[in-house]
C-alpha cells in the first residue's frame, strides 16, 4: 500500500470518530509510522511502505481514535521555537501558553543573570524556553511529581540548559529555596466540577493533578501567590496562567498579598489568561 491511500482511509476513520483534525492528524502519525517529516509524506504520496509500518500506522490511528493525544502517540511537541519531549506524566504545551514567555521576555530585556522560579514545571517547556532565549539566566523548577521532573530533566538535557536548571520535587507550600527575581507559573486552575466536561482527549489522557483547581479553580492559584510573595525579591515579578473568567479574583488575591497588577494579557481567543504583577 502506498503513503496516499493509507492516509485517506485513516483520515475517513478518524473522521467516523469525530476526531477535529483527521487530516492533520494521519499525515503526523504516518511521519511518526516511517520515521520521516512530515513534508516528506506530502511530497511522496505515491511512495511504497512496508508491511512493519503500515501496522503501526494502524495502530497510532486506533489510539488516536480512541481520543489519545496525538502529542502523547508520538513523545513530542514543538513549542515555542524548540521540540519537547513528552508522555502522560505531563501536560501538552499549548500555544496559549506562549504568552508567559512573551511576557517574560518583554520585562526582562535589558537584564542579565536574573534566577527564576517555574511552580509546577511540568515538562518543562516555559522555563526551558526562557532559558534557551536568556543565555545568562538561572532557572529553578519545582514539581509535586518525579515523573514530571524527569521528562523535564531529559529536555533540558536536550536543549542543552541543565548547567542553568536546578530541580526539586515539592509543592509550593513547602518550598523555602533563596528569593526570586522572577516567578511563573501555569498552576491548575480548572474548576474541579467542571473536569468532565473537558473534551475526551484532555480529561481521559492528561495528568488530572495538573487540571484540578479545587472547588473553585483557585486553590492551586491562591498557595502559588501566597508563597511568591515570601520567596519573590521586592519589585519582582510573578506571571501567572489563569483561566478565561478568573481574572477579578486572581487579581483580588494578588493585591491582598502586595502585587500591583501592571497587566492582564489575552490569549490567541481573545480570552483572559495571563496576568502580570509586581511586588511591591
Not at 516511517?34 to 516528506?40: A, N, R, S
Not at 509550593?172 to 498552576?187: A, E, G, M, V
Request: charged share 30%; with cysteine; glycine share 4%.
Amino acid at each position: 500500500m502506498n503513503i496516499q491511500t493509507a492516509v485517506q482511509k485513516a483520515q475517513l476513520f478518524l473522521k467516523k470518530k469525530n476526531i477535529k483534525t483527521p487530516v492533520l492528524d494521519s499525515q503526523i502519525l504516518m511521519s511518526e509510522a516511517i520515521k520521516k517529516e512530515k513534508e516528506f509524506i506530502i511530497f511522496n504520496f505515491d511512495k511504497e511502505i512496508s508491511n512493519k509500518s503500515l501496522e503501526y500506522f494502524n495502530k497510532l490511528i486506533h489510539q488516536r481514535a480512541r481520543g489519545e493525544p496525538v502529542a502523547y502517540l508520538v513523545k513530542k511537541k514543538y513549542f515555542w521555537k524548540y521540540q519537547f519531549s513528552v508522555n502522560k506524566d505531563v501536560l501538552i504545551p499549548r500555544p496559549d501558553t506562549e504568552i508567559l514567555i512573551e511576557e517574560v521576555l518583554k520585562l526582562t530585556k535589558n537584564k542579565d543573570n536574573l534566577n527564576l522560579l517555574d511552580v509546577g514545571v511540568g515538562s518543562g517547556c516555559i522555563l526551558i524556553s526562557i532559558l534557551k532565549d536568556k543565555k545568562n539566566f538561572y532557572g529553578t523548577g519545582i514539581d509535586i511529581s518525579k515523573k514530571s521532573l524527569d521528562t523535564c530533566k531529559i529536555n533540558s538535557k536536550n536543549l542543552g540548559v541543565i548547567n542553568r536548571l536546578k530541580l526539586y520535587k515539592s509543592d509550593i507550600d513547602n518550598f523555602h529555596f533563596r528569593k526570586y527575581d522572577l516567578i511563573i507559573s501555569n498552576p491548575p486552575y480548572i474548576e474541579k466540577s467542571k473536569l468532565k466536561y473537558l473534551e475526551k482527549d484532555v480529561i481521559g489522557f492528561e495528568p488530572k493533578h495538573a487540571l484540578d483547581g479545587g472547588i473553585e479553580g483557585l486553590s492551586e492559584i491562591s498557595k502559588v501567590i501566597n508563597r511568591s510573595s515570601e520567596l519573590i525579591k521586592k519589585n519582582g515579578f510573578l506571571i501567572l496562567e489563569i483561566g478565561f473568567d478568573q481574572k477579578w479574583k486572581v487579581k483580588k488575591i494578588l493585591e491582598n498579598k502586595g502585587f500591583y497588577i501592571k497587566k492582564v494579557v489575552k490569549d490567541l481567543s481573545n480570552n483572559d489568561r495571563c496576568i502580570v504583577s509586581k511586588k511591591i
